[in-house]
Protein backbone atom coordinates (compact mmCIF):
# COMPACT_ATOMS: atom_id res chain seq x y z
CA UNK A 1 0.00 0.00 0.00
CA UNK A 2 2.86 2.86 1.01
CA UNK A 3 4.37 1.75 -2.53
CA UNK A 4 1.58 2.56 -4.23
CA UNK A 5 1.03 6.31 -2.27
CA UNK A 6 4.62 6.75 -3.26
CA UNK A 7 3.99 5.67 -6.90
CA UNK A 8 0.76 8.04 -6.93
CA UNK A 9 2.78 10.82 -5.48
CA UNK A 10 5.88 10.93 -7.34
CA UNK A 11 3.35 10.55 -10.72
CA UNK A 12 1.85 13.67 -9.50
CA UNK A 13 4.43 15.64 -8.96
CA UNK A 14 6.18 14.80 -12.09
CA UNK A 15 2.68 16.00 -13.85
CA UNK A 16 2.67 19.33 -12.09
CA UNK A 17 6.43 20.02 -13.50
CA UNK A 18 5.28 19.51 -17.16
CA UNK A 19 1.71 19.75 -17.22
CA UNK A 20 0.41 21.90 -19.79
CA UNK A 21 0.60 25.22 -19.32
CA UNK A 22 -2.63 27.40 -19.94
CA UNK A 23 -2.63 29.49 -23.35
CA UNK A 24 -4.51 31.43 -26.04
CA UNK A 25 -3.83 30.85 -29.51
CA UNK A 26 -3.33 34.54 -31.21
CA UNK A 27 -3.32 33.70 -34.90
CA UNK A 28 -1.43 30.49 -35.55
CA UNK A 29 -2.53 30.80 -39.68
CA UNK A 30 0.00 27.68 -40.92
CA UNK A 31 -0.04 25.75 -38.28
CA UNK A 32 -1.87 23.47 -35.11
CA UNK A 33 -0.62 23.93 -31.74
CA UNK A 34 -0.88 20.42 -29.78
CA UNK A 35 0.26 21.72 -26.82
CA UNK A 36 2.30 24.19 -24.62
CA UNK A 37 4.06 23.64 -21.19
CA UNK A 38 6.65 25.40 -19.47
CA UNK A 39 8.21 24.34 -16.52
CA UNK A 40 6.88 24.60 -12.99
CA UNK A 41 3.78 26.25 -14.22
CA UNK A 42 0.67 24.01 -14.75
CA UNK A 43 -1.47 27.08 -13.92
CA UNK A 44 -2.32 30.71 -14.99
CA UNK A 45 -0.26 32.99 -14.38
CA UNK A 46 3.38 31.75 -14.69
CA UNK A 47 5.51 33.08 -11.59
CA UNK A 48 8.84 33.43 -13.13
CA UNK A 49 11.27 34.34 -10.28
CA UNK A 50 13.92 36.28 -11.49
CA UNK A 51 17.52 35.03 -11.85
CA UNK A 52 16.35 31.56 -13.18
CA UNK A 53 15.54 29.53 -16.35
CA UNK A 54 12.68 28.63 -17.71
CA UNK A 55 12.52 25.37 -20.33
CA UNK A 56 9.42 25.74 -22.78
CA UNK A 57 7.75 23.06 -25.22
CA UNK A 58 5.89 24.10 -28.03
CA UNK A 59 4.29 21.38 -29.94
CA UNK A 60 2.94 22.25 -33.29
CA UNK A 61 1.47 20.45 -36.68
CA UNK A 62 2.52 22.14 -40.10
CA UNK A 63 -0.12 22.82 -42.32
CA UNK A 64 2.08 24.10 -44.80
CA UNK A 65 6.01 23.80 -46.23
CA UNK A 66 8.87 26.20 -45.30
CA UNK A 67 12.45 25.98 -45.81
CA UNK A 68 13.41 27.79 -42.29
CA UNK A 69 11.48 28.86 -39.25
CA UNK A 70 11.72 31.49 -36.76
CA UNK A 71 11.18 32.26 -33.28
CA UNK A 72 9.66 35.30 -30.86
CA UNK A 73 9.06 36.09 -27.71
CA UNK A 74 7.94 39.42 -26.44
CA UNK A 75 6.59 40.28 -22.79
CA UNK A 76 2.96 42.28 -23.79
CA UNK A 77 2.74 45.18 -21.01
CA UNK A 78 -0.15 47.13 -21.09
CA UNK A 79 -0.59 46.70 -25.14
CA UNK A 80 2.70 47.11 -25.85
CA UNK A 81 5.22 44.27 -27.18
CA UNK A 82 8.59 44.12 -25.94
CA UNK A 83 10.88 41.86 -27.29
CA UNK A 84 13.05 39.56 -24.95
CA UNK A 85 16.52 38.88 -26.48
CA UNK A 86 17.42 35.32 -28.31
CA UNK A 87 20.73 34.53 -28.35
CA UNK A 88 19.40 32.80 -31.75
CA UNK A 89 16.39 33.04 -33.20
CA UNK A 90 16.76 29.98 -35.34
CA UNK A 91 13.34 27.37 -34.74
CA UNK A 92 15.83 25.18 -36.42
CA UNK A 93 17.77 25.12 -33.76
CA UNK A 94 15.39 24.44 -31.02
CA UNK A 95 14.45 20.96 -32.57
CA UNK A 96 11.90 21.99 -35.19
CA UNK A 97 12.96 19.80 -38.28
CA UNK A 98 13.58 22.05 -41.28
CA UNK A 99 12.61 21.99 -43.68
CA UNK A 100 9.01 22.04 -42.28
CA UNK A 101 6.63 20.12 -44.19
CA UNK A 102 3.33 19.96 -44.77
CA UNK A 103 1.74 18.10 -41.90
CA UNK A 104 5.14 17.82 -40.03
CA UNK A 105 4.80 17.23 -36.04
CA UNK A 106 7.20 19.63 -34.15
CA UNK A 107 8.05 20.39 -30.70
CA UNK A 108 9.93 23.72 -30.55
CA UNK A 109 12.20 22.97 -27.35
CA UNK A 110 13.75 26.37 -26.02
CA UNK A 111 14.57 28.64 -22.60
CA UNK A 112 13.65 32.00 -20.90
CA UNK A 113 16.06 32.91 -19.05
CA UNK A 114 14.57 35.78 -16.47
CA UNK A 115 17.33 38.33 -15.94
CA UNK A 116 17.49 39.96 -12.66
CA UNK A 117 17.32 43.46 -14.11
CA UNK A 118 13.70 42.61 -15.38
CA UNK A 119 10.94 44.78 -13.34
CA UNK A 120 8.81 42.70 -11.08
CA UNK A 121 5.70 42.84 -12.89
CA UNK A 122 2.60 41.01 -14.34
CA UNK A 123 2.29 41.06 -17.94
CA UNK A 124 1.70 38.77 -20.81
CA UNK A 125 4.12 36.47 -22.88
CA UNK A 126 3.87 36.13 -26.49
CA UNK A 127 5.51 32.99 -28.47
CA UNK A 128 5.56 32.99 -32.37
CA UNK A 129 6.73 30.48 -34.45
CA UNK A 130 6.84 32.04 -37.77
CA UNK A 131 7.41 30.32 -41.40
CA UNK A 132 10.18 32.20 -43.11
CA UNK A 133 8.67 31.63 -46.70
CA UNK A 134 5.94 32.76 -45.75
CA UNK A 135 5.75 35.23 -43.54
CA UNK A 136 2.98 34.06 -40.88
CA UNK A 137 2.57 32.12 -37.99
CA UNK A 138 3.02 28.22 -37.19
CA UNK A 139 2.10 28.84 -34.20
CA UNK A 140 1.37 32.38 -31.95
CA UNK A 141 0.07 32.12 -28.27
CA UNK A 142 -0.01 34.19 -25.24
CA UNK A 143 -0.37 33.29 -21.51
CA UNK A 144 -0.13 35.24 -18.36
CA UNK A 145 3.07 35.68 -16.01
CA UNK A 146 4.21 37.64 -12.98
CA UNK A 147 7.72 38.20 -13.05
CA UNK A 148 8.98 38.37 -9.52
CA UNK A 149 12.31 38.91 -7.47
CA UNK A 150 11.02 35.76 -5.00
CA UNK A 151 9.66 38.10 -2.10
CA UNK A 152 6.37 38.45 -3.73
CA UNK A 153 6.52 42.03 -4.74
CA UNK A 154 5.40 42.44 -8.23
CA UNK A 155 3.81 46.05 -10.16
CA UNK A 156 0.48 45.08 -11.64
CA UNK A 157 0.13 46.59 -14.97
CA UNK A 158 -2.13 43.67 -16.78
CA UNK A 159 -5.35 43.48 -14.97
CA UNK A 160 -6.47 40.04 -14.95
CA UNK A 161 -9.38 38.43 -13.13
CA UNK A 162 -10.10 34.87 -11.85
CA UNK A 163 -11.56 33.22 -14.76
CA UNK A 164 -10.90 36.08 -17.08
CA UNK A 165 -7.32 35.55 -17.60
CA UNK A 166 -7.26 36.88 -21.34
CA UNK A 167 -9.65 40.05 -20.77
CA UNK A 168 -7.09 42.40 -21.83
CA UNK A 169 -6.44 40.54 -25.48
CA UNK A 170 -10.22 40.17 -26.58
Known amino acids: MLKLFIL ?7 NSIWADTPFKDCGSELGTIQSFTVTD ?6 KFEKGKTY ?7 AKAPSKTASVSIHGVIGGI ?9 DACKMNVK ?4 QNDKN ?29 QDYACLTF ?10 KRNLVGWKKGKLFEMLD
Do not use: R, W
Not at 41 to 46: D, F
Not at 81 to 89: A, I, K, N, R, S
Not at 115 to 129: A, D, F, T
Open 55 to 61: AMNLTFT
Open 81 to 89: PVPFPLPDP
Open 144 to 153: PATITSGSGH
Open 98 to 101: CPVN
Open 107 to 135: EASMSLPVLSSYPSISLYVKIEIKADDQH
Open 41 to 46: CPTAPC
Open 8 to 14: IALSCSI
